[in-house]
Every structure is written in structure tokens, then in C-alpha cells.
């Protein structure tokens, strides 16, 4: 799906429902906007129920100020238009009331974007405005005066937050990471002090190139392949749906019979993935025309050392991201299941996986099938997709329910005498 190619109605349709469905906003909350090429400004309408809007409900501002539309333009037109005019280089605005944000601007603070690598490459600069009477002149003057020093992401004191950007998909894609930054924080607060990185740290991933792989031309795609495809899409959707993803970040891989593999592509909307945009590796080739993860040469080295892995997944969801960016330590000795499915956790340092790709790959074995890397990601192994997505799944509601019981009182952790009678009770190694 080219989502550049909808219109803009459509556009703001589309990132609103996604918006509201993962309770970034209420039935009266939020506004959306497209500034188009012939300076019409595209916006979502006042009082209308966002999980409810069609195409026919968005309003079209022209440059002289006629309104064309059923309804009356979102109250905060005015913020939109002055972005717009003093930074002319942003073409979309997303502005929602998720809770996360909404808890820090309530306490006049700004989200950690320098806990994971790439949240500080999607979010730039984030600045605070100050309060003012939402729809006011003054409210506009406020935020548009961030957007003038260069800030493309401005949370308003509070009330929620605003993100421009060169496209609506760009601007959501601020709007949903700088969630995520507050999300993690909140949770690894309540484990440890959170570690950030660096600018050097933060530039070392920035800098990492796509692997280097010639290309091939896909003459014949069997029926196993087809399968991957479509099952690989299916369970993508499901991660994101869970938040296991975000919308360009997150990568699934499986191997096929004949040693070649798939692997999701880079930068493409994790929501909306289809069949074609799957990446096919083999024989050390690429798929012609298509750019695969930047995770493929470290998946390639996990198939080669491990043949009874046949799943990897890179993931950054939020509860056991709360891990990666403290010195707690995760221990999955908390319920059957959890230990069953994950066994021995273990951690690398940050940027191992990139830096020390077969180091990274040599760690795995059937007691250790997840690594967490430090401040970056997890890495699952699995025998099949469906295994190693289960293994996610555990590893994440695992996590969280270690980071509510931090409220409630001490973890009693199963005893050793227990670990062992699980262990033969499922025939664990």
C-alpha cells in the first residue's frame, strides 16, 4: 500500500482510526491535517466522533478561508495554520490526548527520547508549551513558536501533544514513538533507574549501513514460500496490533526449506504490510528491488549456527524494553509458562548485535532462546514462526506483570525444587 498516493481525506481517515483504536485519543479528542501542494489544508471536523469518521466528513480549508465540508473545521484549526505558515516544510500534523503524554504534560515533563536508539532519529528535538485555552489564538501563538526554533514534536502543558512532519505518515510516526519513549519510561521507572544513551551511542546505530547483498530475480515461488508470505503478514499485523511493534520498527524472519529466508523489509508501515513486501534472502542475495532489515546479515548468522532455528524476531515492546534500559534483571521464573517458553534469559550488551554479529548468534541454545540487547531490542528463536511469536507474546505479558506486582508487593519467584519438577514434567534440557 502507497499511502503517499491517497488522498487526503483518506489519509486523515485512516491515521485517525488508528489513532483512536489504540486509545490514543476519545470520541471528541484529537485533530488531523494535511497541508496539500496547492496550500488547501485537508482537516478532521469539530464534534464529530473520531472512531466513526469516512472521507465525507473531512473538511477542506482553502487558501482564502472557504470551507468546504458537512461540518465545522476542528476547533484548533488555527495552531494547524500557523505551523504551516511559519514552517512551510511540514506538510502533516498530528495532535491526540494519549494518556502516556498527556501524564507528562500534566507534570510539565518531556518523555526520555534517548532510551532506545532510533526513538531520538523519529522524534528529533521535543519541546513544552504552555497552556492556554485550547482553540485560542494565544494556544497557537504557543506551540507555533516551538515549530519556529525547529522542534517538529511540542507537547502542550496540560492538555496532549503535537507532531509535524514532511507527510501525515511521518508526522504519526513521531506521535506513536514518542508514546512508546513514554511508555517504557513510566514502566522502567518503576524497576530501576533508566539508562540512556548517548549522542555517540545514538550516531553508531544512525550509521549502520544495509547489509551489502547482491541481487537475484524470484523466477518461481513455491507454495511454502506463499505460505511464509502470508503467514508472516498475518502474525506481523497481530504484533502490532498488540504493540509488540511500532509502525517501521520490529522485524520477523522464518527459514525455508531450501536454507533461503524471509524477513520483513525496512521502513515500511507494520501495519499495513502485505505478502509482496516480504524480503526473500537467498544464497547470500537479496530479492531485486527490495530492501530488507537491516537485521538480515545478524538473522542470516543466528539460521547458519542454529539449524533447529527457524524463527527470529527483533522486538522493542515496552514492558521488557523496561528491562533493556535498567540493571534489572528479567527472571522467568514467575509462572510455568513463562519459564517453560523462555527458560534463561539472557542479556548483551548495546550494539552487540550489530558490532559482534556471530558473538550475538553463538549466544542462543535451547535453555537461552531470547537475548536482550541493552537499550536496543529482544531477540526470540523459535522452531517455527508460530513458536517464536508465542515466545514474544510470553515474554512481554511476563514483563508486565513483573512491573504491576512492583506495586503490590515482593515477587515470590518458583523455587529451584520447582524449576526441576517442571523440567521433567515437559522434558526440558
Known amino acids: 500500500m502507497k499511502f503517499e498516493l491517497m488522498h487526503p481525506a483518506d489519509q486523515l481517515v485512516m491515521i485517525m482510526d488508528r489513532i483512536y483504536q489504540y486509545g490514543m485519543t476519545t470520541t471528541s479528542g484529537g485533530n488531523l491535517s494535511i497541508l496539500d501542494e496547492n496550500g488547501d489544508i485537508w ?3 469539530s464534534g464529530i466522533d473520531k472512531g466513526s469518521l469516512t472521507r465525507a466528513d473531512i473538511n ?4 482564502d478561508g472557504t470551507i468546504l465540508g458537512p461540518h465545522k473545521p476542528s476547533v484548533e ?3 494547524h495554520k500557523e505551523i504551516y505558515r511559519i514552517r512551510p516544510d511540514l506538510h502533516g500534523i498530528v495532535h491526540a490526548h494519549p494518556p502516556t503524554l498527556v501524564a507528562f504534560s500534566l507534570a510539565r515533563k518531556i518523555p526520555d527520547t534517548h532510551l532506545v536508539p532510533n526513538a531520538k532519529l523519529v522524534c528529533g528535538s521535543v519541546a513544552m508549551a504552555k497552556y492556554d485555552v485550547p482553540g485560542s489564538e494565544q494556544l497557537g501563538k504557543n506551540i507555533a513558536e516551538k515549530f519556529a526554533e525547529g522542534h517538529n514534536t511540542v507537547i502542550l502543558e496540560n492538555h496532549g501533544v503535537v507532531c509535524g512532519s514532511s507527510d501525515l505518515f511521518h508526522a504519526f510516526m513521531a506521535f506513536e514513538t514518542l508514546d512508546f519513549c513514554g511508555r517504557l519510561e513510566i514502566d522502567a521507572k518503576k524497576l530501576a533507574n533508566p539508562r540512556s544513551l548517548s549522542d555517540s551511542e545514538i550516531a553508531l546505530e544512525s550509521d549502520k549501513a544495509h547489509p551489502a547483498l547482491d541481487a537475484f530475480v524470484a523466477k518461481v515461488i513455491s507454495s511454502e514460500e506463499k505460505a511464509g508470505r502470508r503467514d508472516m503478514c498475518s502474525l506481523v499485523h497481530r ?8 509502525s517501521t520498527q520490529g ?7 531450501d536454507g533461503s529466508f524471509l524477513v520483513t523489509p525496512y521502513m515500511k508501515d507494520r501495519k499495513y504490510i ?8 537467498k544464497n547470500g542475495m537479496c530479492e531485486e528491488g527490495k530492501t530488507p532489515s537491516r537485521a538480515s546479515l545478524l538473522i542470516k548468522h543466528i539460521f547458519d549456527t542454529h539449524p533447529e532455528i527457524n524463527s527470529v524476531i527483533i522486538a522493542h515492546p515496552p514492558a521488557i524494553m523496561a528491562f533493556a534500559v535498567t540493571d534489572a534483571e528479567f527472571d522467568s521464573r514467575t509462572i510455568p509458562e513463562s519459564y517453560i517458553a523462555l527458560r534463561d534469559v539472557k542479556r548483551v550488551p548495546y550494539a552487540s548485535s550489530t558490532l559482534d554479529i556471530e558473538g550475538t548468534a553463538k549466544k542462543f541454545c535451547s535453555s537461552t532462546p531470547v537475548l536482550i540487547v541493552d537499550n536496543k531490542c529482544v531477540i526470540v528463536a523459535g522452531n517455527s514462526l508460530l513458536n ?6 510470553v515474554l512481554e505479558y511476563s514483563a508486565k506483570a513483573i512491573i504491576a506486582a512492583q ?10 525444587e520447582e524449576i526441576d519438577e517442571i523440567k521433567t514434567a515437559f522434558k526440558l534440557d
Open 274 to 281: 502485505e505478502s509482496e513486501d516480504i524480503v526473500r534472502i
Open 77 to 79: 484549526l488555527p495552531f
Open 43 to 45: 482537516i478532521t471536523p
Open 388 to 393: 517464536a511469536f508465542d515466545k514474544l507474546e
Open 60 to 63: 477542506c480549508v482553502k487558501p
Open 239 to 246: 504484533a502490532y496490533d498488540q504493540r509488540l511493534f511500532t
Open 251 to 257: 522485524t520477523f524472519s522464518m527459514r525455508l526449506s
Open 407 to 416: 506495586d503490590i508487593g515482593k515477587i515470590v519467584q518458583i523455587t529451584p
